[in-house]
Each structure stands twice: as C-alpha cells, then as structure tokens.
C-alpha cells in the first residue's frame, strides 16, 4: 500500500501507447493540484474556471432532472409531477397531502434538485470566488485512523477525505473497497485493505467489491476517452479482477446506481424475434443488422453527453430566430475562400463544422472577423495559451481560451440568464473538447447564437472522455465545410500524405525536415541535445526555448523525464536547489486536465517558485509564484512534452523523438500530431526502424475509437419526422 498514490502516475510498466494517453490525465491531475496553489492572479483563474464549472454541471444536472420524474421545480409541470409539487406545497401550507402522491414520490428514484447556477461576473471584473475548503481536520484524523488499522499508509487520509467527504471513516469501515476512489488506488490495494478491516468477511464475489471495481474500470475507461463501455468488456475485466459470477456483478452495480445502463431493452426485444424476421428488418431488409450492444457508463459523462446533443439540438432548432445581417456583404472582404460560405452556414443552420489544418484556422477566424464587422457580437476560444498567442501575434482579434471563456476571466462576459452575451462563437481545436467541457460551453450558448466547431480530424483526441468532433462529424447532423487552404511547406506537405496513410520522402532543400538515425536511446537523447543546442539555432537563428522537443510518454530510456534532464544539465545547467528547478528552467504545467501550459523559472525565494508564461510579443508579462510544496507535484521540465500535451500547439521548430521502446505507442494519429507540430522545421530522431511507416499506413482507427454516444444521441434529437 505504500505507493497507493503514485502506482497510475508513474507509467513506466505500460504499453507505450497506454502510458502517453494516461501520463496526459496524469499531468493533469498534479497539474490542477499546483496551479490551484499557486500566486493570486492564477488562483483566481483556476478557480474560476473550478466553480464556472460546477455552476453549470448543476445547470446539466437541472436539465436532466426535468426530463424525470420527480421534478423538482415549480412551473409547467404536470401528472405526477404536478401531484407532487401540490402535496409539498399542501404541506408546506398546514394541510394534509394527497396519499397516491406521496406513494408515488417514495417508488421514484431519489434525485437531488441543484441549486440555482450563480451568473458568473464579466470579464471586465472578474472575482475571484473562494475555493473548496479544505477538508476539517478531526474528519483527516478519523480517516487517518481507519486507513492505520487497515495498512494503509496515512498520505491517504487527506485524499480519501476529499473524495468521500467529511463522513469518509464511516464509509470506508461500511465498505472499504471505496478506497478505490481514490485516484492512485488500484484493485490489489483495495482489497488487501478491505481483508485488513474485514477479516473473514471479505471474499472477491462480495457485492460491495463488484460496485467499486465497475465504477474503477469506467473511470479508467474514462482516462482513455471512453464515456461509456460494452458491458461485455465490463465483464471480461471484471473476470480478470477475480470476480466469481462477472454477470451479477454488473447487475448489482446498476441496481446500487453506480453506474447507468444504456440499449438494455431493445436487445431482448430481439432476442425474442425469430432469427429470420431480424433480418428481414434490418437496414434494406438485408442481414448486416447488427444488434445494439448494451453499454454501461457514468452518471456524470451520461448526463454531460445528453446535455451536450440536447444543446446542440436546440442551436440547430432555434437557428434564424436572431435577427442576422445579410452575411453576402462580408463576401468582399473575406480574404480565406470559405469565410462568406461559413457565415451563410452557420446563419442558416446554427451548428457548422469546419475541417483543415493549420493554415486553414484563418477561416472560421476571418468569420468570426467578418461577423463583428456586420455588428455582431463574436469570439473566437481556443484549446491552449499557445494557440491563443499563435492567433494574437498574426493579427487577430477576440480570441481566448476555452477556459477562460468559461471561468469569465476573458471574453464577453454572461448575460442575467447566465449565457455568453455572443452571437456567434467560433471553437478552435474542437477534436480536444472533452465532453463535459463541451457540454458546458454549449449550455452557455443562447438559443439562436451560432456555433462554428474547427479543427483538424487526423489530430490525437481529448484528454478527457468524449469524442465530440469526431462524432458531429460521423453523425452528419449540420453542414461540414472542408477547408480548401493546404498547409505550406514541406511540412505541410508530408502531414498531408500521413494523414491520408502515406509516409512519403518530401524535397526539403532549405533543411526543413531533418531524419536523424539512431541505434539506442542513448544515441537519441544525446542527438536530441544537439539538435536542440546547436544544430537548429546554427541554420534558423532559433533559440532554444522555440525549439519543442515531442515524445512519446513520460518514462521510458527517452521519455520526457530523461529528455528533460539531458536538456536541463545542457541549457541551464544547475543544482535544482528548489525541488529540481533553477532560475530559467522551461517548465510546464497544467491549470486543468488536457491543458499545458509553458513558461520559465524566473526565481525561487522563501514564498516559492515565481514562473514567467510565455505568451505573444509584446504581451503583458504574467508572472504566477508556486508555493514551494507544491513545486515537485504542480511543475514538470519542459524542454520536452508528449504529443498529447502538445495537441493544439505548435512551435518553430519541433524535435520529435522515436527511440526503439516507443514502437509499441505509435499510430497514425500520434504521428501526424507530433510531425505537425512544427513551423518551419522538423527533426525526427529516428530509432524505430519500419514501425513508422508501419504505423502511418495502417488504418488505426478502431484501435483508437472511443466508446461514446453523442452520435446517436444527436441523430435522434435532429431525426426527420417520417424517422422517428
């Protein structure tokens, strides 16, 4: 039980391809814990962002108890509903209730009504809201205690507490396997703590077991993008955790409602059709119908994806009912091709999707442009800080991040409904909206605003659970408008040809694409040094912090730990006096889960580690200090990062990094992000032999896809009549 917490976050013994993917939700994790510690002015952005959040995951949570009974609200309700709320009332009033309404309250599955979301403040004056209290101490203390009588090491109680609230000793003595709530925690250390605490009464069928294990392989399920699982695969991996009947357990788990169950009527509805008959119904009456799988997922990724296809629905559905102008008078100024059509598009239809590389975001950008210049009210959010800064620093105008969309630190503010007072918002980097972040920006879209989604499909997903554009873009549901701007260069040209599974040799005469041979890893961080010290900043006047160094995971002979150090004892050489960082250390940090952030060590004093961010020339500087307990968990090196954190960004030049282990991470999507990472030069440092074009030309797309279900959600709301 000793290494409980770190056992997830240290993906060594992984897959290469499993540890890149986890080490991005890791990051995030200890990334959140730094930045929420850090100096006031990044205290007050992440908590912003932290409470805009639950405020509208209680305006998702409001949203789907009104689809349900019993409803708790007070206008337009009828039936039971209505019975209800007029026995409450009769209560509330001295009088007696009506009994057959009462009886039906106590049968309907308890709900908890959320409180009224609070309007966040705008961004001219932003406040910075209190953050979550930590924790009483005497409840730390009661934990401490149970986790010593079961072995477990006391680092836990306060992460237990956090989890599983003030009453956590009594719910850890009622069921321990609620330790593996704790993010860290995995299976064998929940059960050696429950057979500590147990004894005899703890056995691997025990029901209490089978609840936690499900909710543990949904969440892990969720670290990999999934927001919902076949039930069979629940099974299977319920059966390799020693589960004696896998069947029952995953019925008593949806009985407990620790996880909800999704197409579990329509299957049985066939099953007891005659064979024939089945196939005489399906699609074009031949035999290719395939039966609807039963899928298990989480309460809050199930409410998030029903929110987000219910607002999305309704942007479609309420599209025209603002007053436009006519979009024909921005055609002459539109400079990108597709500006005027994006315009017409989403004036029309509400919701437009827009596909196209790096070159093609000036497009929905030029939209939004355009729309502004015809007096409505328009923004453009993208994934990171350093999309933001690439936008900002070629001239654009009203872009930010997602985040700070959503905390109101930045952009239009919230009107007395709570909405984004905009007309028009355009999404950057859309294939990494999660989809609870996604859910959250449209629940904050008013009806009749338009929403224009970009990005770049071939790109690696979200670090969270969802595949949001993927699926829009499967589903077909709105206008899908390709970009016809190529990215330049022979850059551009050879991440075209991955994309479409092609790995081919691309003249570079001004060395803009380098191959560099390796035969070990050690080989490789040293030529890695090289390249970053010398080599690129002798042929294109780079300095070093320009120059991005990608990889595949975080461990490993030349993961990003190995390559930060070799980068640091090269580029600034020091003793790490405070928690292995010097003054003009590149670091990275992550405010959020998914979200990178870089900058430098500025200096380190008795408050803790001041951190310049890197933003656009000629930006204001801002400077966060990170408490020095917080250092070794909020902070990592970044010389180098993986190609998941370096989704939707992008830097002069880019190093990436194929030693020999890292075979086994590679795929097409991988490949493509990382190889397009780059402006005006790349450099692969090239150790794996024929897996690379192996790994381009093989079609990685079910061996990639996530469990979800935005795209039939979405399909059903937006169904013809004569369909449904």
């Known amino acids: 039980m000793e290494h409980a917490v770190t056992t997830d976050r240290e993906p060594e013994e992984e897959p290469a391809g499993d540890a890149d993917a986890r080490a991005a939700d890791a990051d995030g994790t200890d990334g959140a814990d730094g930045a929420a510690q850090a100096g006031e002015a990044q205290v007050s952005e992440a908590q912003a962002e932290l409470a805009a959040q639950r405020e509208l995951r209680a305006r998702i949570e409001q949203r789907k108890a009104e689809r349900s009974a019993p409803v708790a609200a007070g206008g337009k309700l009828s039936g039971q509903a209505a019975d209800l709320l007029a026995a409450v009332r009769a209560v509330e009033s001295g009088g007696t209730p009506d009994p057959a309404a009462l009886r039906a309250a106590a049968a309907a599955p308890e709900r908890t009504a959320p409180a009224p979301a609070a309007v966040p403040a705008p961004a001219s004056a932003p406040s910075a809201p209190a953050g979550p209290s930590a924790p009483p101490a005497e409840a730390v203390e009661a934990v401490r205690?149970?986790?010593?009588?079961?072995?477990?090491?006391?680092?836990?109680?306060?992460?237990?507490?956090?989890?599983?609230?003030?009453?956590?000793?009594?719910?850890?003595?009622?069921?321990?396997?609620?330790?593996?709530?704790?993010?860290?925690?995995r299976p064998e250390q929940a059960d050696g703590f429950a057979r500590a605490l147990l004894g005899a009464e703890c056995g691997p069928g025990d029901g209490r077991r089978a609840v936690a294990l499900v909710a543990w392989l949904l969440e892990r399920a969720a670290v990999k993008g999934h927001t919902a699982l076949e039930a069979g695969a629940v099974r299977t991996a319920?059966?390799?955790?020693?589960?004696?009947?896998?069947?029952?357990?995953?019925?008593?788990?949806?009985?407990e409602g620790a996880v909800l169950v999704f197409h579990d009527e329509e299957p049985e509805e066939d099953e007891e059709q005659d064979p024939e008959?089945?196939?005489?119904?399906?699609?074009?009456?031949?035999?290719?119908?395939?039966?609807?799988?039963?899928?298990?997922?989480?309460?809050?990724?199930?409410?998030?994806?029903?929110?987000?296809?219910?607002?999305?629905?309704?942007?479609?559905?309420?599209?025209g009912e603002s007053p436009w102008p006519d979009v024909a008078e921005a055609e002459g100024a539109a400079a990108?091709?597709?500006?005027?059509?994006?315009?017409?598009?989403?004036?029309?239809?509400?919701?437009?999707?827009?596909?196209?590389?790096?070159?093609?975001?000036?497009?929905?950008?030029?939209?939004?442009?355009?729309a502004r210049g015809l007096g409505l009210r328009a923004a453009v959010a993208v994934h990171s800080e350093n999309g933001r800064d690439r936008l900002l620093s070629d001239g654009a105008e009203g872009v930010l991040t997602v985040s700070a969309l959503l905390a109101g630190a930045e952009g239009p503010g919230r009107d007395a409904d709570g909405m984004f007072a905009l007309d028009l918002l355009v999404v950057l980097d859309a294939p990494q909206l999660d989809v609870e972040t996604a859910a959250m920006v449209v629940e904050s879209l008013a009806d009749g605003c338009g929403l224009v989604l970009g990005g770049d499909p071939g790109v690696l997903g979200s670090a969270g659970a969802g595949r949001v554009f993927g699926d829009l873009l499967a589903a077909r549901v709105c206008p899908q408008v390709a970009s016809r701007t190529p990215d330049p260069g022979p850059i551009g040209e050879l991440v075209s040809g991955?994309?479409?599974?092609?790995?081919?040799?691309?003249?570079?005469?001004?060395?803009?694409?380098?191959?560099?041979?390796?035969?070990?890893?050690?080989?490789?961080?040293?030529?890695?040094?090289?390249?970053?010290?010398?080599?690129?900043?002798?042929?294109?006047?780079?300095?070093?912090?320009?120059?991005?160094?990608?990889?595949?995971?975080?461990?490993?002979?030349?993961?990003?730990?190995?390559?930060?150090?070799?980068?640091?004892?090269r580029l600034a050489p020091g003793p790490g006096r405070f928690g292995g960082f010097d003054p003009g250390d590149r670091v990275a940090y992550v405010p959020a889960p998914g979200r990178t952030?870089?900058?430098?060590?500025?200096?380190?004093?008795?408050?803790?580690?001041?951190?310049?961010?890197?933003?656009?020339?000629?930006?204001?500087e801002q400077v966060v200090t990170v408490p020095k307990d917080r250092v070794e968990t909020g902070l990592r090196h970044g010389w180098a990062l993986t190609a998941h954190q370096a989704a939707g960004m992008r830097w002069p030049a880019a190093v990436v990094v194929l030693p020999g282990d890292a075979a086994a991470g590679l795929s097409r999507a991988w490949v493509y992000t990382a190889f397009g990472r780059g402006a005006r030069h790349l450099s692969v440092v090239h150790g794996v032999d024929q897996a690379l074009p192996r790994a381009v030309s093989a079609d990685d797309s079910r061996t990639t896809a996530r469990g979800t279900r935005l795209k039939e959600l979405i399909e059903g709301l937006l169904a013809a009549p004569e369909e449904t």
Do not use: Y
């Open 597 to 620: 952030v870089q900058g430098a060590v500025v200096s380190a004093g008795a408050e803790g580690l001041r951190v310049r961010l890197d933003g656009p020339d000629g930006a204001g």
């Open 277 to 319: 008959q089945q196939e005489d119904e399906g699609s074009g009456g031949g035999p290719e119908r395939a039966a609807v799988p039963v899928l298990l997922g989480l309460d809050r990724f199930a409410l998030a994806e029903e929110s987000l296809a219910d607002g999305l629905a309704r942007l479609v559905k309420t599209a």
């Open 145 to 185: 205690a149970v986790l010593s009588e079961g072995g477990a090491p006391g680092t836990l109680a306060g992460p237990v507490t956090a989890t599983l609230g003030e009453r956590a000793a009594q719910a850890l003595r009622a069921d321990p396997w609620q330790l593996l709530a704790v993010p860290g925690v």
């Open 336 to 370: 990108p091709p597709s500006t005027a059509e994006l315009l017409r598009a989403v004036a029309g239809h509400g919701l437009v999707l827009h596909t196209g590389g790096e070159a093609a975001r000036a497009e929905p950008v030029a939209a939004a442009a355009a």
């Open 498 to 569: 991955i994309g479409v599974g092609e790995l081919a040799q691309v003249p570079a005469p001004d060395k803009e694409i380098v191959i560099v041979p390796v035969k070990d890893a050690g080989e490789a961080v040293h030529r890695t040094v090289q390249l970053v010290a010398e080599s690129v900043p002798r042929a294109f006047g780079l300095p070093a912090e320009q120059t991005q160094v990608i990889t595949v995971g975080h461990g490993g002979s030349a993961g990003t730990r190995a390559l930060n150090a070799a980068l640091k004892q």
């Open 238 to 255: 319920l059966a390799e955790q020693g589960v004696p009947d896998p069947d029952e357990a995953v019925r008593h788990a949806v009985a």
